[in-house]
Each structure stands twice: as C-alpha cells, then as structure tokens.
C-alpha cells in the first residue's frame, strides 16, 4: 500500500508544482505587463508634456533669435519624446496584443494607439491632397480590433470613412482654357 502511495504521492507533488509554477509564472508575467505598460504611460505623459511646451513656445515666439532657438529646442524635444512613445507603445503591443489580448493594459495601449492614429490621419486629411496615408495610418489599427473582436471605436471609424471617402476622390484637374472651334478648310 506504501508503494502505491508513493505512486500517487509523486505525480500529485509534480502537478502541483507545475500548477503553482504556471500560477507564479503568469503572475510574473502580469507584473512585467504592469512594469512594460508604466513605461508606455510615462512616455505618454512624456510626449503630453513636450506638446504642451511645443504649444507654448509657439505661442511665445517672436522673430528674434532667441525665440525661434526657443522654438526649435521646444520642436526637437517633442519630436524625440514623439519616438519614444510610439517605439515603447509599438513594442509593449507587438508583445501584448499576441501574449495577453484580454488584459487591461493591453486595451488600454491599444486605445492609445487608436488615439494617436486618429489624430495622425486628421493631420494627413488636413494637409495632403490624397486619403491614402491616413488610410495606411488608420487600417492597422482598425484591424486590430477586430482581430481581437472588440468594437472599433466611433472616432477611427468615422476617420478612417472619410479618409476612404477623400482616396476615392480623383484629383481635380487644373483648369484648362476653352477649346477653339475647329476651322473649315477653304477650297
């Protein structure tokens, strides 16, 4: 009977093991989802904090040297804080949206992602002459969710119709002069 306890006694002493190992190891696996995603809103709040000064110098320009030095300093610093955010915010969803699409960070940095999409497209709708950057912008981010089966948020779903709408659109032709009667040949 000892011998058959032990049997049993050791293959319940590995499951248990392995359950509990897998129970550390997805908690280890959450904590690390928490640290990766605090980085992704530092350099969010990063990335708010150079627009805002972005914003201000703007606002505070002036002709002079030292105002457009200002100015430049302001455009740099946000365009690296820019990098950063969509560096750490790519890599924690290349990460997140495979390894744990269910979690709250990872809706989270997907909705971030979808925001700064949208806003991108509007900027691209604004100043280009085509929809088809934004259209570019706009899908992957569409796909997204739906690879994941949650809805589209209205704002990318309303940006991403007009740009369609605006790629449809052929380019309008540059204005032309009338065409001159044609001339009969005299004979």
Same mark, same amino acid.
């Given at each position: 009977?000892?011998?058959?306890?032990?049997?049993?006694?050791?293959?319940?002493?590995?499951?248990?093991?392995?359950?509990?190992?897998? &129970? +550390?190891?997805?908690?280890?696996? &959450?904590?690390?989802?928490?640290?990766?995603?605090?980085?992704?809103?530092?350099?969010? +709040?990063?990335?708010?904090?150079?627009?805002? +000064?972005?914003?201000?110098?703007?606002?505070?320009?002036?002709?002079?040297?030292?105002?457009?030095?200002?100015?430049?300093?302001?455009?740099?610093?946000?365009?690296?804080?820019?990098?950063?955010?969509?560096?750490?915010?790519?890599?924690?969803?290349?990460?997140?949206?495979?390894?744990?699409?269910?979690?709250?960070?990872?809706?989270?940095?997907?909705?971030?992602?979808?925001?700064?999409?949208?806003?991108?497209?509007?900027?691209?709708?604004?100043?280009?002459?085509?929809?088809?950057?934004?259209?570019?912008?706009?899908?992957?981010?569409?796909?997204?969710?739906?690879?994941?089966?949650?809805?589209?948020?209205?704002?990318?779903?309303?940006?991403?119709?007009?740009?369609?709408?605006?790629?449809?659109?052929?380019?309008?032709?540059?204005?032309?002069?009338?065409?001159?009667? +044609?001339?009969?040949?005299?004979?």
């Amino acid at each position: 009977m000892k011998g058959f306890l032990r049997y049993l006694a050791v293959p319940g002493l590995l499951a248990l093991t392995i359950s509990c190992g897998d &129970t +550390a190891s997805r908690e280890g696996r &959450t904590t690390q989802a928490r640290s990766e995603f605090a980085r992704v809103k530092a350099a969010r +709040a990063e990335l708010v904090a150079a627009r805002q +000064a972005l914003d201000r110098a703007r606002h505070a320009s002036d002709t002079t040297s030292s105002g457009q030095d200002a100015l430049r300093r302001a455009q740099e610093a946000y365009d690296a804080a820019f990098m950063r955010d969509q560096k750490t915010l790519s890599a924690f969803l290349n990460v997140a949206l495979n390894d744990r699409p269910d979690s709250p960070e990872t809706r989270e940095a997907l909705a971030l992602y979808a925001r700064s999409a949208v806003e991108g497209a509007r900027y691209l709708l604004r100043e280009a002459e085509d929809g088809r950057p934004a259209v570019q912008v706009l899908e992957p981010v569409e796909r997204s969710y739906r690879v994941l089966g949650l809805d589209v948020p209205g704002d990318l779903a309303t940006t991403l119709a007009e740009a369609r709408r605006f790629q449809g659109k052929p380019p309008t032709p540059p204005p032309t002069a009338h065409p001159r009667p +044609a001339r009969r040949s005299r004979r």
